[in-house]
């Protein structure tokens, strides 16, 4: 039971016990601006949401009290949230897979120094400098039939004969989406697997050539083990960030058509905003945290190597 | 506890003390009335800089008044320009920080939601001053009241007709000066335009995704066939009526003879009203506005102009737009009301609203000189008195919003043929998200 006080009395920070205490005190000061940091952007805003998530808490009029269990029971007898789980985890899948594995190619291709390389880095990289907001507006405006340039050069060009509707069925909605999100994104993920190629040493591949490896045996039993934790990272980024997806539905699709490419992020908005409940809102997103706590706690268990092979 | 947990602990329960001190959202501060007129039942125009917000569906009428107003004030209003499909979600931002502008419209629909959260300040002893109120459209008037208070006045008034294209209309071997005056002869001369057979022209077109687009410019038809599209509370929908399912089956059937543009089936709204003045339509549904509509594609003399019509004849219209109030964060509500005053006032009313082809929103300066002048305007000032504003608590959560049970009804109706059974199954969510 000691007080701070007690701790900061004079004798007790001399001699080599207070050295230490000392030491011990500084670094709590270090720590202390993050800390209140991370206390007021995160923690406080983290249980004022799971308090509103266990109120009846609308939007114009405030919190008018206790309403649990209420939010949670009531969220699976939403008409859009089953379909938006199961849309959010299918575009997850896909995405996912499309961005690892053309982050992979990309990284293979611009590994090598060379008189390309240094320029297709810079061109896989660029979408980045555009923000998602502005790049989802600007795929609107390309894939719109009535002001948009797409459809005129395919047609110019000879190979399509009617304009195609990019957004007007479920699936032309998901793809060009996720193509967007593609073009946008694959630069980042060649970044992170570059680095990881780059960072496995370069005697491994002699040895290997020496023993006749051929490229693909190469690639399958040395290239892809030792990229394991960029893969691992790039995946876990990769799922997270599809299943928190939103701008680019919001912008493009607007969970069109017919409610088919909404996501459950999308749900969140909606409840806030357009069905003015906070409340049911804030249940949405405590359900989405911790399953997405539950997955990287066992995505990052399944990584740690076994103590013995 | 730990020790080295000690301090952290402490800090952030002295965080967690100060957002309790201060969190929750503001009471509402509608008071009864905010004071009485300042003496003159103009208001106050002393140079304030008032903020003001609409949304941009309205953008060229309420910038041409916020202009004509600046010119002529002291009182200068900066006013922003919201995208139309944000603007509930921006004011929802905005109000429980108490940051609403001094003066902000609303589309009448979500006024009796905003009016009854408590949104603006209470106009009604104000409003009651003006000496034209009794002129004054109630439309709009009572769409801004709440429990015997008003918070509103007409803004921009939106009323919805058939517009035709009278050169195609000669050109199919229809009278331009006999345009439609049933439902059915509407879908009769958009089959004739689109026998033309020329290329990009289409019979029709209507935003075949856009909730908004639709109650605005069918349940007119319902009303002029007397069969109202909810009950009186706005909590039960009658979208499944007799009328309405008429209006589904037309267009079913235009869609599957092509005779409807194909980009509406993926119209959202952002772009609706802007195939029309391509002159590619032959003839649409549009709001009653001919600001802007002629172009090098559309002669001004080629835009006829009709009353909506119902299955069996009759007139309707949607008298919608938008109403004005001032904010419940207002500081400066003298002056925010000598807006609101002028711009009722005649010389607006006349010199800017009417002279720009727009409704007028007096009944006594129906048949200004500007109107007078263009038997297109006779209509639109003719009609407003024979529309209806329909009232809904959830308005904008089951008609606007995109994922709102509207929707899904007319898109299965109109391009997947759906059999009444499923009409009624759908009609049934609506009502449902009414009345929660």
């Given at each position: 039971m000691n007080a701070i006080s007690d701790r900061l009395a004079p004798g007790r920070l001399l001699g080599p016990e207070g050295w230490r205490r000392r030491r011990t005190l500084i670094g709590m000061g270090y720590a202390l601006p993050t800390a209140i940091m991370v206390a007021v952007f995160f923690i406080v805003p983290l249980l004022l949401v799971v308090q509103m998530s266990a109120s009846d808490w609308t939007l114009l009029s405030g919190d008018r009290g206790l309403n649990v269990p209420e939010n949670y029971a009531d969220l699976g007898s939403g008409r859009l949230f089953w379909p938006a789980v199961e849309f959010t985890i299918r575009y997850t899948l896909i995405v996912t897979v499309l961005l690892i594995a053309l982050g992979l190619l990309m990284a293979l291709v611009v590994q090598e120094s060379g008189r390309w390389s240094g320029m297709l880095r810079t061109v896989f990289l660029l979408p980045l400098a555009v923000g998602l907001a502005a790049a989802s507006l600007l795929f609107w405006g390309f894939y719109s039939n009535s002001i948009g340039p797409l459809n005129p050069m395919l047609q110019g060009a000879g190979l399509i004969e009617s304009p195609i509707s990019f957004l007007g069925t479920p699936t032309n909605a998901l793809m060009s989406t996720v193509f967007l999100i593609v073009w946008k994104f694959a630069g980042f993920y060649m970044l992170i697997l570059l680095v990881g190629l780059q960072s496995i040493p370069r005697d491994i591949y002699e040895s290997a050539a020496l023993d006749g490896a051929g490229r693909w045996s190469t690639f399958r039993h040395i290239t892809l083990p030792l990229l394991r934790p960029a893969l691992a990272l790039s995946l876990i980024l990769a799922v997270t960030g599809s299943l928190l997806a939103f701008d680019q539905f919001f912008l493009l699709t607007k969970g069109g058509p017919d409610n088919t490419t909404v996501t459950i992020v999308q749900l969140i908005y909606r409840e806030a905003f357009q069905l003015q409940d906070l409340g049911k809102a804030a249940a949405i997103s405590i359900v989405l945290l911790v399953a997405l706590l539950a997955l990287n706690a066992l995505w990052f268990r399944s990584l740690r190597k076994p103590a013995t092979e | 506890m730990k020790g080295h947990l000690r301090v952290p602990a402490i800090a952030t329960g002295l965080i967690l003390l100060l957002a309790a001190c201060n969190g929750g959202t503001s009471e509402s501060t509608a008071p009864g009335g905010a004071g009485s007129p300042a003496g003159d039942w103009q208001g106050v125009d002393d140079g304030t800089e008032l903020t003001m917000w609409t949304r941009a569906a309205t953008e060229a009428r309420s910038q041409a008044l916020v202009d004509a107003y600046n010119e002529s004030h002291e009182n200068q209003i900066e006013l922003r320009i919201v995208p139309t499909d944000d603007y509930q979600t921006v004011v929802g931002a905005a109000a429980p920080n108490n940051e609403l502008p001094d003066l902000f419209s609303a589309d009448v629909v979500f006024m009796p939601n905003w009016t009854s959260q408590g949104l603006f300040t209470d106009l009604t002893s104000r409003i009651d001053s003006l000496p034209y109120i009794d002129d004054v459209g109630q439309a709009h008037i009572v769409a801004s009241t709440w429990e015997g208070a008003k918070y509103g006045l007409p803004f921009i008034i939106d009323l919805s007709v058939w517009m035709y294209n009278k050169a195609l209309f000669e050109e199919a071997g229809l009278d331009p000066e006999a345009p439609p005056t049933t439902l059915a002869e509407f879908a009769d001369a958009a089959r004739a335009i689109q026998d033309l057979d020329r290329e990009g022209v289409y019979g029709t077109f209507f935003g075949g995704n856009c909730g908004g687009c639709n109650v605005f410019t069918w349940w007119p038809i319902s009303w002029a066939e007397g069969e109202p599209i909810m009950n009186e509370e706005g909590?039960?929908?009658?979208?499944?009526n007799d009328a309405m399912k008429e209006v589904y089956s037309t267009f079913a059937a235009l869609w599957e003879e092509g005779v409807i543009h194909p980009d509406s089936q993926a119209e959202a709204g952002p772009t609706w009203i802007g195939y029309f003045p391509e002159g590619s339509i032959g003839i649409m549904p549009m709001p009653a506005s001919l600001q802007g509509m002629a172009n090098e594609n559309l002669a001004d003399e080629d835009i006829g102009v009709t009353p909506i019509a119902g299955i069996s004849g009759g007139e309707s219209t949607f008298v919608g737009g938008d109403s004005i109030g001032i904010s419940k964060d207002s500081e400066n509500v003298d002056q925010a009301w000598n807006f609101l005053a002028w711009m009722l006032d005649e010389e607006a009313q006349v010199e800017v609203v009417a002279q720009g082809g727009n409704v007028v929103a007096r009944t006594d300066l129906a048949g200004n000189e500007y109107s007078s002048a263009d038997p297109r305007l006779v209509i639109f000032n003719e009609i407003a008195g024979q529309g209806e504003t329909p009232f809904a608590l959830r308005f904008g959560q089951t008609y606007n919003d995109p994922q709102g049970p509207w929707i899904p009804l007319f898109r299965a109706a109109v391009f997947e043929g759906a059999d009444d059974a499923t009409i009624e199954e759908l009609n049934e969510t609506i009502t449902q998200s009414l009345s929660e």
């Open positions: - | 909590t039960e929908s009658l979208n499944n």
